[in-house]
Structure formats: C-alpha cells, structure tokens
C-alpha cells in the first residue's frame, strides 16, 4: 500500500482531499505508482462512474411519483444505463483530448498520464449524487456546487504533476483548457441524457 492507494488504484478519502489542495500529496503518490490505463478504467472509472446513475435510479424511484410522474422504472432504468455508458466513453476521450492540450504548455504527456487526470478529476461529480439519500433540492445543489470546485481543485494541481510543469502560471493556463474540455463533456452527457429522455 502507497499512502492512499494500492496496485488496484483504489483511493482512501483521505487522499483525494490532499489532492484538492496540494500539488503533491496523494498525486506524487499515484504518478509514482504510474498505473496502466486498464488498471485505471476498470478498478477505478467503472465503480466511480457507477454512483451517479445508481444514485439517480434511486432517487427516481423513490421520489419519482412527484418530480418525474410520467416516467416508469423501465424508462428510467434505460435513461441511468444510457448515461452510465456515456460517463465510461467520455473519460478516455476527455483524456485523449488533454493530451492534445499539452501543446498549449508545451508538453507531451503520455495518453496514461493524461488518463490518470481524466480519471480522477470528475471524482467530486461521481460522489455529489450520493447526497439524493436527501430529498432536497437545495442540500444537492449546494453539494454540486462544491463538487465542482473540489473537481476545479483537481484539475489544478493535478495538471502541475501529471504534466511536470514548470510553474504555477503554466498549471493554471493548463488547468483552463482542461476544465473547458470537462465542461463540455458533462454538458454534452446532460444532452444525451435529455435526448434519451424525451425518446423514453
């Protein structure tokens, strides 16, 4: 065990916070451990991708009757699969797309290295939903709110590492274009998720 993971790419909590606010706590940790994309995709972006659809399936049949009457367990169960194939086609192409970013500080980072980002930026935006147990719209948006910028953090110190930048300035340049591509992927998930939506 490397201070908060092992070989099999689990992250402790505990971890991921450091990783919000430092450029080397828990990232040192895993670059120096370098897992394969694999390893990264199904011990860690299968799972984490998992909680979001889970989450809105449940919340959709619990509190269904009142927000989304007109939607059956079926429908909705088509609408979370839809989205969940979705979150695991988007991640290894929102990594393919920041290593074509590296160019805007001149790097060259390896597809692997740009997975490792990819992969754990959007960790806040998987673990968010876990608060729909709470039927509030209010609680969910004010902890989305926070995801976002616990993802923002991410991004920025992990681009610092994962790329071995230079300096701070180049980190927050890089971190710009990565969360522009972010935006754009969840974005273009909430579309085909409405799309889905209107045809179930």
Excluded at 40 to 60: I, N, Q
Aim: aromatic share 14%.
């Amino acid at each position: 065990m490397v201070l908060g993971y092992n070989r099999e790419c689990q992250m402790k909590p505990s971890a991921l916070a450091k990783m919000i606010f430092s450029y080397d706590a828990g990232w040192k940790e895993l670059v120096d451990i370098h897992p394969t994309v694999g390893k990264m995709f199904f011990f860690y972006v299968v799972p984490m991708s998992l909680l979001p659809p889970a989450m809105f399936y449940y919340a959709g049949m619990r509190y269904g009757s009142v927000m989304l009457p007109h939607i059956s367990s079926n429908q909705l169960l088509l609408i979370v699969a839809v989205f969940y194939v979705a979150e695991l086609v988007t991640v290894p192409l929102v990594a393919l797309a920041i290593q074509r970013l590296g160019d805007v500080v001149s790097a060259s980072p390896a597809y692997a290295d740009a997975f490792i980002l990819a992969a754990v930026a959007p960790t806040p935006l998987w673990l968010a939903p876990v608060c729909l147990f709470i039927p509030s719209v209010l609680i969910n948006a004010f902890v989305g709110a926070f995801a976002m910028l616990g993802a923002w953090g991410l991004i920025y110190h992990g681009v610092y590492r994962v790329f071995n930048l230079e300096d701070k300035g180049q980190s927050l340049l890089m971190a710009g274009s990565v969360l522009a591509v972010g935006l754009v992927a969840w974005v273009a998930l909430m579309v085909l998720t409405l799309v889905v939506w209107g045809y179930a």
